[in-house]
């Protein structure tokens, strides 16, 4: 789609939500100063200095999430609120912790206030009409005005200076605690204002990422404001109250906390984009008929004549610009470099253009050391050495550069030197010079790496190179592509920082008021009452703490005087008195039910609100469809909700295994009704829940292969069930779907058979292994999975024993149970496979007893054919030329040509089962390895390349790989005994004495014939014998 500002109010980044939180904290503190009662000058100063602060941060927070160029402003809000803050930050040292001599205090505040106001007016004044620019390392707009800028970092400097001097006069004058606060309250503006400060003054500079600046800015100002209000509540003698500081507490490492998440989470999505992005544009170059519409242009660089032509371009002018054809070329000489077998040799016999050598210089320092890894190691040193050579004025520029090119570049020292060298020998001056020394800086991209331009016509593009042979493609999407990838993820943030500063600020009052202060008044209240003769005090224990242990216990004591009091006159009581006594107390016994009652739905109505979102089809739209059905048999109603309660839950998420997109489903049944039900479902749905959350963060379980993954995810949920001792107990039906090619794996624990519905077709779904439900102790056995291949079209149904167990009608005063499981498949028939309208068939057939779940999985619908890599062009010619030349015998011939159409064509999968057979003719087992690994992934249907896989990883000594892919064979085939004993060979070999005796026990239990049982018996027990002496 094509995108514009006006498609979103906000455009949010990571910098917003680091923004924001910032701003959260800091408009805290500043009200909480604000709120002391009898405030001194100095809490005025301090709260009017954050105050400035919050604003800065209101201005950051709009730059990052609006995407225009007028709040290229913001640097006005921020250029104010540092002087000023500044200005009241020297005030404060003025006034800690007493005031000095009144003229001098107010000859500070008028002279610097001044000067605030002239330096921010020069600031607008030189700002007013100049360019705007929009920086990508930070995603926001900003003034072209470097002078302007300069001027007020210098006077910023000064201000820091300013408001040092009073606080070191301070920290040296005062005495005793006033002193430990000068100290303490100092430190906590270093960490809150002046490191922040410098770690902007080197972000802008690229010395720095700007996203580890937003870090340390949001992480270090709250430590340091977090330090502060401890050091003012601690030194200062203000009177503060203890709700103040626990809210202060709680929100610091609140927000401290989403920090510490929010920045490797948006790390991962920008992985996450440029993965994503650069698929696209390999798609679009292959497939001509897809061009989509936030897709701006295609160029294409001939290595060879070294032109440049648009192939695509939806805008009115050419993108192409002066400076692309040098780009160009330095891809061109990365992508020879990184496929290069020797990459020194080349570099010395290579063609290079004069700006190339300080690159080649570089590179050949390192010459051992992959080109990626080092051009990543010094992209920090190359962006702050061209920052630092653009700002060199245009006069006397040779000067300028010549003194920074004399000092120590670092780990870019040699290309400097070619830098140096060619400054000597250049006659070019000014202006000129400096353009023909940045082009020795001109960018090198990589395949695959993240472009970002701004076109002549003011269009900002992300874009992405694509090698193919003959050139270098790339491939441009509209900027705000990115900008709606990042903002769902950090809306989130915003929203659920929001939500906490909410709870903090209103919320803990509200909660405190009736945990803390209302039964402290309530108490003192009785006290004065018992005091003045009135024992009729009875006071109300909203909470089981200590405080409602001193009401219950005040209430006894009350209880007690006056029972001592009344029982002189009990004897004097009359009977009808006592029969309207127990009358009462009869009533307030019902009462007392009535209220369980309500209790009780009370209990069901807040189970219910926990289950539904532990029960969520969070599954985005793609080739596997997923839908469901639950309704819980048990109704209640709680005030003016009517709900239902039960043990059945269905949830369906998308997971990633080896960076391949996964649909894990379940639906379970927990046994027992209403309340136990429920509690199993609950407790199976937040283990499940932290099971998908903890995939989706460590790279460790996303590494795992879906067979492994799968038995470890119900072995986890054995486990925890099974700590309940069978006192709960679930069935159910747990599986994985690879989305690419449709083969579902999947573990029925003692649930209804699921159903495939194919070509108008019902049946049941072959299972060939039993499991008991989970937790059910004394279960004995390993654990395997099925696999079911599904077509396009193919739709699978799982559901509960709801479903089957309806009640038909009654005879002879009983009810008659449906008892037949197939009428299930022709309501799937009869309802050609639509969720509704089984469901409604299923009403209709019979009456529910049961709780009801039924999830609906659809592979590849109308809506997501399927879609074929085919070789063309090209690339098919190279195929049948590579079959020749194997039909020749020329296999090594053969497989160049196969490497070099894969390498075009990754997801073609033929390809690969090929390479691994050619491979392993000339014996080059290694890549024979690699490729039907490759080919495993692509198709992991064929179990032959699978132990295929295993077989070539064994050969070239890779032990651990090869256990790994015959341990996926054995989770689906546990009933081959040569798979078992080619894991009791590879155990052997990794000195895994215990693991090998039991596969190869197995193996004999399944084939006692097989002759080489007794060779690995053999082995076994020679190695066995030999650890023994060891």
């Not at 009017?48 to 007028?70: E, Q, R």
């Not at 020749?884 to 070099?900: C, K, P, Q, T």
């Amino acid at each position: 789609m094509v995108y514009s500002t006006e498609d979103g109010f906000m455009l949010h980044t990571y910098y917003s939500v680091a923004a924001l939180n910032l701003v959260a904290f800091a408009a805290f503190f500043s009200a909480f100063l604000f709120t002391i009662k009898g405030k001194s000058r100095f809490t005025w100063n301090l709260a009017i200095a954050f105050t400035f602060y919050t604003c800065m941060g209101v201005a950051y927070f709009l730059s990052a999430a609006y995407d225009d160029p007028i709040l290229s402003f913001h640097r006005w809000m921020t250029v104010l609120g540092t002087f000023f803050g500044c200005l009241f930050l020297g005030l404060f040292f003025l006034s800690f912790p007493r005031p000095v001599t009144g003229w001098l205090y107010w000859l500070y505040f008028g002279i610097i206030a001044v000067l605030s106001v002239l330096l921010t007016a020069n600031f607008a004044w030189e700002t007013l009409d100049a360019p705007r620019v929009f920086h990508f390392e930070g995603h926001y707009w900003d003034f072209a005005a470097d002078k302007a800028s300069l001027f007020v970092a210098i006077w910023i400097l000064g201000y820091i200076v300013l408001y040092t001097i009073p606080s070191i006069y301070r920290m040296v004058r005062e005495k005793g605690l006033s002193r430990l606060g000068a100290i303490g309250i100092y430190v906590g503006f270093v960490f809150a204002v002046i490191i922040p400060a410098m770690a902007n003054a080197l972000s802008r500079d690229g010395a720095i990422d700007r996203g580890l600046f937003q870090t340390l800015w949001v992480t270090l100002g709250v430590l340091g404001m977090f330090w502060i209000l401890i050091f003012i509540v601690s030194t200062s003698g203000e009177k503060s109250n203890l709700l103040s500081r626990i809210f202060a507490i709680s929100l610091a490492t609140t927000l401290l906390a989403i920090q510490a998440i929010s920045y490797p989470v948006f790390v991962e999505k920008e992985k996450d984009f440029d993965r994503i992005f650069y698929e696209r544009a390999q798609r679009i170059l292959l497939e001509e008929e897809q061009r989509p519409d936030d897709l701006l242009y295609i160029s294409h660089y001939d290595s060879d004549s070294r032109a440049i032509t648009v192939d695509y371009n939806r805008m009115s002018e050419s993108p192409v610009q002066d400076a692309w054809d040098r780009e160009y070329l330095n891809a061109a000489l990365r992508r020879q470099v990184v496929e290069s077998k020797d990459p020194e040799s080349f570099l010395r016999r290579a063609y290079l253009e004069n700006y190339q050598q300080g690159y080649m210089a570089l590179m050949m320092r390192d010459a051992d050391r992959p080109l990626p890894d080092l051009w990543s190691s010094t992209l920090t040193d190359r962006a702050y050495f061209k920052s630092k050579i653009r700002k060199l004025p245009d006069d006397d520029f040779r000067t300028g550069v010549l003194a920074l090119l004399a000092k120590d570049q670092g780990a870019i020292e040699p290309l400097a030197s070619v830098m140096e060298q060619f400054v000597n020998g250049s006659k070019l001056q000014g202006p000129e010079l400096k353009a023909a020394v940045l082009e020795y800086l001109t960018p090198m991209y990589g395949k695959g790496e993240r472009i970002y331009r701004t076109l002549e016509n003011g269009q900002r593009v992300i874009s992405f190179l694509v090698y193919r042979k003959g050139g270098i493609h790339e491939v441009a999407f509209e900027y705000l592509s990115y900008r709606h990838f990042i903002h769902p993820q950090a809306e989130s943030f915003i929203i659920v920082i929001l939500a906490i500063t909410a709870v903090v600020v209103i919320g803990y009052p509200l909660f405190f008021y009736t945990a803390l202060l209302k039964p402290l008044h309530s108490l003192l209240s009785g006290v004065r009452r018992v005091n003045d003769g009135d024992l009729d005090v009875e006071l109300k224990v909203g909470v089981e703490d200590e405080l409602g242990f001193l009401s219950r216990s005040f209430n006894d004591m009350v209880t007690s005087i006056r029972g001592a009091r009344k029982e002189l006159r009990d004897y004097a009581d009359k009977l009808e008195e006592k029969v309207q006594e127990r009358t009462r107390e009869l009533e307030e016994t019902l009462k007392s039910v009535r209220e369980l009652k309500h209790q009780q739905d009370g209990d069901y109505f807040l189970t219910s609100l926990l289950i539904k979102p532990l029960g969520t089809n969070t599954v985005p739209e793609g080739p596997v469809s997923v839908d469901f059905i639950l309704k819980q048999k048990k109704s209640f109603e709680f005030k003016h909700w009517k709900e239902r309660i039960g043990g059945d839950l269905c949830g369906a998420h998308r997971i990633y295994l080896h960076s391949r997109p996964f649909t894990f489903f379940f639906n379970v049944d927990a046994m027992g009704k209403s309340m136990q039900g429920a509690s199993g479902a609950l407790v199976l749905g937040s283990v499940m829940e932290s099971i998908i959350e903890r995939t989706r963060m460590s790279p460790v379980e996303r590494d795992r292969f879906p067979e492994k993954w799968l038995k470890n995810t119900f072995i986890e949920l054995h486990t925890v069930f099974e700590s309940f001792e069978g006192s709960m107990l679930i069935s159910g039906i747990f599986g994985l779907v690879d989305e690419a090619t449709g083969l579902v794996y999947f573990i029925n624990a003692e649930h209804p058979t699921a159903v495939l519905y194919r070509n108008k077709g019902a049946s049941f779904v072959e299972e060939k292994n039993y499991y008991r439900k989970l937790g059910t102790t004394g279960v004995e056995g390993g654990i395997h999975l099925e696999t079911l291949q599904m077509k396009p079209g193919d739709v699978l149904f799982v559901g509960s024993d709801g479903k089957d167990d309806l009640v038909m009608g009654e005879k002879d005063g009983q009810r008659i149970i449906n008892e037949d499981e197939t009428i299930f498949l022709k309501h799937v028939e009869k309802a050609e496979g639509d969720l509704e309208a089984i469901f409604h068939l299923i009403q209709n057939t019979g009456e529910l007893m049961d709780d009801f779940s039924l999830l609906r999985l659809g592979y590849r619908e109308e809506d997501w054919p399927a879609k074929a890599a085919v070789l063309s062009g090209e690339n098919k010619e190279k195929y049948l030329q590579a079959k020749e030349l194997e039909a020749n015998g020329d296999l090594r011939g053969a497989l160049d040509l196969l490497e070099a159409v894969a390498s075009d064509a990754p997801e073609l999968d033929p390809l690969y089962r090929k390479m691994a057979s050619l491979s392993t003719k000339l014996g080059e087992y290694w890549k024979a390895a690699i490729y039907s690994e490759r080919y495993s992934i692509l198709r992991p249907e064929d179990e032959e390349m699978i132990f295929a896989s295993a077989s070539f990883y064994r050969k070239v000594g890779q032990f651990d790989k090869a256990a790994d892919f015959a341990e996926r064979l054995r989770l689906r085939k546990p009933e081959d005994p040569h798979v078992h004993l080619f894991l009791a060979d590879i155990y052997m070999r990794l000195n895994n004495l215990k693991r090998a005796e039991r596969m190869l026990e197995v193996a004999e239990r399944l084939d006692e014939s097989e002759e080489r049982n007794a060779k690995i018996r053999a082995k076994l027990e020679e190695l066995k014998s030999t650890a023994g002496k060891a």
